[in-house]
Structure formats: C-alpha cells, structure tokens
C-alpha cells in the first residue's frame, strides 16, 4: 500500500504539472496539446498491452496497423478544431471509422488470408474501439468544456477508485463480482462513490473562487460525481472482464505497483461518455 502511495503522489505531481501546462497554453492556439501528446502515449502503451491480453486468448491483433488507427481516432478531437470545410467534415468521424475497418481488412487479408478473420478483425475493432474511440470521448471533454471540467471528470473517477480501495481494504465484506474482481466490495463501491462526492464539491468551491464563469454548483458536481464514478467502477469490471479471460492478473508492468496503462486507464476510458453527456447538459 506505502508503494502505491508513494507512485501514486509522484504521478498525481507530474499529471497536475502536464494539466497546467495546457491551461497556460489554453488561450492560444496550442491548447490542447500537452493532453493530446499525452492521449497519443497512454493509447500506444495500452494498444500493446491489449494486444498481450488478446495473444493469451489466442489471437493476434495488428501491431502497427491497429496502434495507427487507434491513434488516429484517439486523436481526432485535437486534430478537427484546425479542419476546414464545413459540412464536408461533418461525417468526419464515421469516414475515419470505416477506414479503420478497411485498413483491419487489409491487414487480415495481406498477412493472414481467411485464417481466423473474424476473431481477429473483432478484436482489433475492439483495440480501435476501447481506446482510439474512448480515448477521443476522453480528450473531447477538454477540447469542448475546457481543462477545468476534465480536471473535475479526472478527478472523480480517480477519487472513486482511491476511496473504494482504501474502504474496501479497511471494511470490505460483502464482494461486488468475485468472480470478476475479487478485491472488490459493496462497502468499498459505497465509500468510493462518497469520497468522489466530496472531491468533486471540494473542487467546485475552488473553482467558483478563481474561475469566472463556473457554472457548475455544488448538488450537480456531487451528482457528477456519484453517477460517473459509478460507472468508473462499472468500466474497471469490465477491463477486469479481459483480463479474466486471458487469465492475466494485471494488463502489464509499465505502472508499477498499479499494473499496466490499461490498469489505470480502465475507469476513465469508458466512464468518458457519460461524462461527455452530462457535462453537455449542466453547460447547456
């Protein structure tokens, strides 16, 4: 636990230092950069560990083929705010998907003919789908509400996961899936979802001191947080749900005592929408 502590202080330190880099950077038009780059790293890192839990199933992905779509969608909300052309980009979105899938096609016809072409073209869709299309979702929520409202999104799945591991730890009896996840309980899923309650309320105090405009208040940055890191807890099983399969305890190595970039980007990835979608109507 002290080891976990202490890289996780050292991660929250240098994430914040990145988050100021492009608030400083918000008013020109380099916003958004940092957190794109940084997008563009965690997919790379966990498209490769995807591809590992997809190998101990016995399919193969796409390396290079697959990580450049992945990255392709994953980044497509940085790379459209500099896109001109109006209604021709409208569907910009859905033409890169398709082209995804042909680039999948190709590469499933060029190195492996018919052989398994549907379990691996499904599971490169997959790769493409649960971190190029999550991780737009994700740097969409700063490019459309500013870095104020991704460090909120941030910070509540995270506070959840924090709040849940430390109650569950502390008072945890009552397992949620154990066959899924065995660490987790009722009492932790409670004490995360709390926790993430009160960092978020904590944060919007702060915010309506130095933010003008800030039009999120205190009852709808608690209810953010609750339905949210609910569903960060939801995403986390289902990342669990993989590793099961591929009878893997952790998704890599590259964090440490966390596991692998899929360990700690599980909540995020697939809360994200939910995030998107709630934030669009308090903002409205």
Do not use: N
């Amino acid at each position: 636990m002290l080891k976990r502590t202490i890289v996780g202080s050292v991660l929250i330190v240098l994430i914040g230092c990145l988050f100021g880099l492009d608030w400083w950077m918000e008013s020109s038009d380099l916003g958004g950069i940092p957190l794109a780059v940084l997008v563009m790293l965690l997919i790379s890192a966990g498209y490769l560990e995807l591809s590992r839990l997809s190998a101990g199933v016995g399919v193969s992905i796409s390396r290079l083929g697959g990580m450049i779509c992945a990255l392709a969608v994953g980044t497509l909300p940085f790379w459209r705010q500099f896109l001109t052309g109006g209604e021709h980009f409208a569907s910009l979105t859905q033409v890169v998907l398709a082209v995804v899938l042909l680039v999948l096609f190709a590469d499933q016809i060029i190195h492996h003919g018919t052989d398994g072409a549907i379990r691996r073209i499904g599971a490169g869709l997959l790769a493409v789908c649960y971190l190029g299309v999550c991780g737009a979702v994700i740097l969409d929520i700063r490019m459309q509400f500013g870095v104020h409202a991704f460090v909120l999104f941030l910070l509540v799945v995270k506070a959840t996961d924090i709040g849940a591991y430390f109650t569950g730890s502390a008072i945890g009896r009552h397992k949620m899936t154990p066959r899924i996840s065995p660490g987790k309980s009722w009492e932790g899923l409670i004490g995360g979802l709390i926790f993430a309650a009160v960092v978020a309320i904590g944060f919007v105090a702060v915010m309506e001191q130095w933010v003008s405009g800030w039009r999120i208040g205190f009852v709808a940055a608690a209810c953010f947080a609750v339905v949210v890191g609910l569903f960060g807890q939801v995403a986390d099983l289902c990342e669990s749900t993989l590793k099961r399969d591929a009878g893997l305890k952790d998704a890599g190595t590259s964090a440490g005592p966390f596991g692998g970039v899929l360990d700690m980007l599980d909540s995020p990835l697939l809360s994200a929408p939910v995030a998107y979608i709630i934030l669009a109507i308090l903002q409205h």
